[in-house]
C-alpha cells in the first residue's frame, strides 16, 4: 500500500524557518515521476486550504498568502516533496498534509505552530 508520509513539522520563533519533507513510500519511480503533488493546510476550525503545489513538469503555484515565503521543490529520485517555509507567522500554524493528485493519497499530516 503506498503512503505519503510527511515529516519536519515542529515549533519556532514567527520570523523563523521550518522545511517540511513528504516521502511517497512504495512508490513506484515511473509513477512518482508523473504526479503533481500538493501541500494544503488546515487550521483548527478552518477548512483545509492548498498551500503550494508542483506538477510532474516542475511547474510551481502558491497561494497568495504564502508567496513569496515559501517555496515548493521535488526530488524524484527520492521520491520526495520538500516545502521550504520562511518567514514563518502565527497564522501559519496549522497541520500541514502532503497530497498526491493522482493517485490521490493523503499524508498523516504534521503539525507547525509559530509563535508570536
Known amino acids: 500500500q503506498m503512503q505519503l508520509v510527511e515529516s519536519g513539522g515542529g515549533l519556532v520563533q514567527a520570523g523563523g524557518s521550518l522545511r517540511l519533507s513528504c516521502k511517497a513510500q512504495?512508490?513506484?519511480?515511473?509513477?512518482?515521476?508523473?504526479?503533481?503533488m500538493e501541500w494544503y493546510r488546515q487550521a483548527p476550525g478552518k477548512q483545509r486550504e492548498l498551500v503550494a503545489g508542483?506538477?510532474?513538469?516542475?511547474?510551481?503555484n502558491y497561494s497568495d498568502s504564502v508567496k513569496g515565503r515559501f517555496t515548493i521543490s521535488r526530488d524524484n529520485g527520492k521520491r520526495t516533496v520538500a516545502l521550504q517555509m520562511n518567514s514563518l507567522r502565527p497564522e501559519d500554524t496549522a497541520v500541514y498534509y502532503c497530497?498526491?493528485?493522482?493517485?490521490?493519497?493523503w499524508g498523516q499530516g504534521t503539525q507547525v505552530t509559530v509563535q508570536g
Open positions: 497530497h498526491s493528485r493522482a493517485p490521490n493519497y
Open positions: 508542483i506538477t510532474s513538469g516542475r511547474v510551481t
Open positions: 512504495r512508490m513506484i519511480l515511473s509513477v512518482f515521476n508523473g504526479v503533481d
